[in-house]
């Protein structure tokens, strides 16, 4: 098998299938964990994202869809870091969603309803039960919605322990080595490499492309379109101070997400955008740093301070962007693609929190092993409901 991508989904869908004694090899165009998987905000958030919910309640509907992933996800990470047998800083202490004006809470209300719906524990909490648990939270703070199985974990040590846990098994990993062209040959597929100027072409029988915002590049050179977006993304994180976040925080009428790290600064991000930088050909590309938004830094920062007032007296420490991808309608997409049997794809979504159990799921596709499970387990998020853009596709 080749696995395209070594960021979070590629390392831990490789790691599952090396340790099922498949021949894994691992092809990383830079180095583990440089894409977005090391510069994300490491929230494990179960609780529908604010996102899902800000353009109307007919994609509200839809999107709640992926809660029954994030019900397998909750019980991935519980076993994680005893799988891996490494510290990733996994804190599972509990997540609130916050509301303050009269038309969020109604919003927060109809967000519960769909997640109890659905089997998740979401509680809905007034603001002076909240600030029981919470502290911390400002006085204006009118409404939460309280998850228990909430957190987050340290995305520096997470990739990398996948990628450790791979090798282990066996699994190959081929850094500074970028696919550059992958054909169908017999029942499988032939995949060019470049390291060093110096091509070569590997054959395999299952090709996984788990290449992040760069999967519809990489897709591409099967002659496929995949409807994968690059996102240009705000991240800040004060000095370390004492203890005083044990929570994840999030709001659902302003983008931001607040929690603080184990060795004590607060981040804080939560969907503020950055601006996606030109190549040398003049097209946007998503490998290059995107260039900082002033006022995404400080309206994230008040937005902070609005809710966890204690952040206002804090030193910022440093602010950083990154890329991540949506696809057209919001879901991630993980599967084999109906058209090219063999040929995988996991990309897409919030993909620190999910992104474990979109490998092992579709780790038990590519080795057939309970796959029935796995397609069903799956079935929202399949390639296949974009196969309509790849009629005219060889
Ligand atoms: C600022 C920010 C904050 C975020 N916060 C959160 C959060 O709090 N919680 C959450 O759940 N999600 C969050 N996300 C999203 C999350 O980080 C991503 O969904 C996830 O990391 C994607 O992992 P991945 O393995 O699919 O992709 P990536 O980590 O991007 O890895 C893709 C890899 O593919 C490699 N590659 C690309 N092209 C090729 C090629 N041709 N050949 C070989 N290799 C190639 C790249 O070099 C890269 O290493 C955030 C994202 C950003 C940017």
Redesign the pocket.
């Known amino acids: 098998m080749i696995v395209?991508?070594?960021?979070?989904?590629?390392?831990a869908a490789a790691w599952h299938c090396a340790r099922a004694g498949a021949s894994v090899l691992i092809?990383?165009?830079?180095?583990?964990?440089?894409?977005?998987?090391?510069?994300?905000?490491?929230?494990?958030?179960f609780q529908i994202e604010r996102r899902f919910l800000e353009n109307g309640e007919r994609l509200a509907e839809e999107a709640a869809r992926i809660t029954a992933i994030s019900r397998i996800a909750i019980a991935d990470w519980a076993g994680l870091e005893t799988a891996l047998g490494e510290d990733l800083h996994v804190r599972r202490d509990g997540g609130l969603m916050v509301a303050e004006t009269a038309a969020e809470v109604a919003l927060l209300e109809r967000k519960v309803a769909r997640e109890q719906a659905a089997g998740l524990g979401t509680r809905l909490l007034d603001g002076d039960e909240a600030r029981r648990i919470a502290p911390y939270l400002a006085e204006g703070i009118a409404a939460a919605g309280f998850l228990a199985d909430e957190g987050?974990a340290d995305?520096r040590a997470v990739?990398p322990a996948f990628v450790r846990a791979a090798e282990r098994a066996g699994a190959t990993l081929r850094t500074e080595?970028?696919?550059?062209a992958i054909a169908r040959q017999g029942g499988g597929f032939a995949v060019t490499?470049r390291h060093t100027g110096r091509e070569e072409t590997i054959r395999a029988a299952r090709l996984l492309i788990?290449?992040?915002?760069?999967?519809p590049?990489?897709a591409m050179?099967a002659n496929l379109h995949l409807p994968l977006f690059p996102?240009?993304?705000?991240?800040n994180a004060t000095e370390r101070v004492a203890p005083l976040l044990p929570h994840l925080v999030q709001h659902v009428g302003r983008r931001l997400?607040m929690k603080q790290t184990h060795a004590g600064n607060i981040l804080i991000?939560g969907g503020w955008p950055s601006r996606l930088r030109r190549g040398t050909g003049g097209a946007f590309d998503p490998?290059l740093r995107p260039e900082p938004i002033e006022t995404s830094r400080t309206e994230n920062l008040r937005a902070a301070a609005a809710t966890v007032p204690a952040v206002a007296d804090m030193n910022l420490l440093r602010s950083?962007?990154?890329?991540?991808?949506i696809t057209a309608d919001q879901l991630p997409l993980v599967g084999e693609v109906p058209r090219m049997p063999g040929l995988f794809v996991?990309?897409?979504?919030?993909?620190?929190?999910?992104?474990p159990t979109f490998a092992r799921l579709v780790a038990r596709q590519m080795l057939e092993q309970d796959r029935a499970e796995a397609d069903e387990a799956l079935a929202m998020l399949s390639p296949a409901r974009f196969e309509h853009l790849n009629g005219f596709m060889g």
């Open positions: 395209i991508g070594a960021g979070l989904v590629g390392s092809a990383e165009a830079g180095h583990p964990n440089i894409g977005a998987s090391g510069q994300n905000a490491g929230s494990l958030h987050h995305p990739t080595t970028e696919a550059v490499l788990a290449a992040g915002a760069w999967s590049q990489v050179l996102v240009a993304l705000t991240m997400s991000g490998a950083w962007t990154g890329v991540t991808a996991a990309a897409g979504g919030s993909a620190f929190t999910l992104g």
